[in-house]
């Protein structure tokens, strides 16, 4: 009997440590109707994910300025490699474009690390558990009225 005590005692606390451990994404809603969020790093950068009644955008934001560059690498753990286009929003900030787009979704959905080297910087993301928030902004777009 007391086996079976000091099992269950074992399982319960393991299965509250992931929930602990999720990323906080900040929310600000903007005048023009989008919601946005960041998840910053303790370095000061930050992962931008953008919610529109139109569309999705993502970028990155570093503390420092950043050199020109049209493309950024992204290494999700679990989750693979992809390198993605990106224009510059402004000094410090590019957003990523076309596809790149679909797989930054991706990686935020699936890893539970982010590693996004751009211009010669390289910034890590704990982004386990971003996957509701990816979602949350994806069903913004599906819930609209039909013909807006």
Known sequence: MMRLIAAVA???TVGTVPAAAQA???ESRLESGTVEFRLRND???AI???CRVNGVYTGFEFPEPLEDTERATLRGIPGGRQNVAVVRVNERAFR???RG???TLRLLRTSSRLNVRLAGESADFEVFGSQSTV???L???EALPPGL
Do not use: F, K, N, S
Request: charged share 20%; glycine share 20%; net charge negative.
């Open 10 to 12: 074992v399982l319960g």
């Open 24 to 26: 906080q994404w900040d």
């Open 43 to 45: 370095d000061g950068a």
């Open 48 to 50: 931008v994910l953008g």
């Open 96 to 98: 990523v474009t076309g």
């Open 101 to 103: 787009i679909d797989e």
């Open 135 to 137: 979602l949350g902004c």
């Open 139 to 141: 069903a913004r777009q």
